[in-house]
């Protein structure tokens, strides 16, 4: 089983829309998660923290955790052309906050 | 506040090689962690430093090795380079091992011929 799952293949928005992307984790004991946005060619660039269950909201992304379901999900709303990238799940396992990293979702918003 | 910078940007070299990276952690920051990307894939965790002791390390054969400064820089060496080894290559530094949030540095772009 891999420690991070993103299962879903390239997700095309219109412009707009809602967004939604999924995650799970194998690591009960993981404490920390994170959502990445990365541009082709570019580095990940840290969009999302979230460490309890429930939501967390920071402009248009709102992440959501649950832990009992070990799974971990990020809304975009009103979907941007500026949005569009690989979006990466990552959640630190380990006990020496390492991050593993899921495969990542592509996300096309289409004006 | 001056961000992660890593050099070289892009580095070419032949199988059997030997190669360093060089990465500089956010100002404040006292902790570095190595990953490595390959193409169509998430990062994967190499090691990570903390105050200039190695502070775990992912399944990566002893031919990358690593330090880092007193100034909380950072090097990843990487011997006898593979095909393989091709790959984007991340410094992220955190402000200490206890905290979690990591913020990558622009990578570099390794190419083994």
């Known amino acids: 089983q891999k420690e991070v799952e993103q299962n879903s293949g390239p997700l095309s928005v219109p412009e707009g829309a809602i967004a939604s992307l999924n995650c799970t984790y194998s690591?009960?004991?993981?404490?920390?998660f994170f959502w990445y946005r990365q541009y082709s060619g570019k580095s990940p660039e840290l969009i999302m923290s979230?460490?309890?269950?429930g939501d967390k909201e920071d402009g248009r992304f709102t992440a959501q955790l649950n832990k009992a379901s070990q799974y971990v999900s990020l809304l975009i709303r009103d979907s941007q052309p500026s949005d569009s990238a690989t979006y990466l799940c990552?959640?630190?396992?380990?006990?020496?906050?390492?991050?593993?990293f899921g495969k990542g979702n592509q996300v096309v918003v289409i004006p | 506040e001056t961000g992660v910078t890593q050099s070289p940007t892009h580095l070419i070299k032949t199988r059997g090689q030997q190669v360093t990276l060089r990465c500089s952690s956010q100002?404040?920051?006292?902790?570095v962690s190595w990953y490595q990307q390959a193409l169509g894939q998430g990062p994967q965790f190499i090691f990570q430093?903390?105050?200039?002791?190695?502070?775990g390390r992912g399944n990566f054969p002893p031919r990358f090795s690593g330090l880092q400064f007193p100034n909380y820089s950072s090097e990843l060496n990487v011997n006898a380079l593979e095909l393989d080894d091709s790959a984007l290559y991340l410094c992220?530094?955190?402000?200490?091992?206890?905290?979690?949030?990591?913020?990558f540095g622009p990578g570099t772009r390794l190419t083994v011929l």
């Open positions: 430093y903390y105050r200039e002791e190695e502070n």
């Open positions: 690591d009960r004991g993981s404490q920390s």
């Open positions: 100002s404040g920051h006292n902790t």
């Open positions: 990552a959640v630190n396992t380990g006990g020496n906050n390492r991050l593993a």
């Open positions: 979230i460490y309890s269950n």
């Open positions: 992220a530094s955190s402000l200490d091992s206890s905290y979690n949030e990591q913020f």
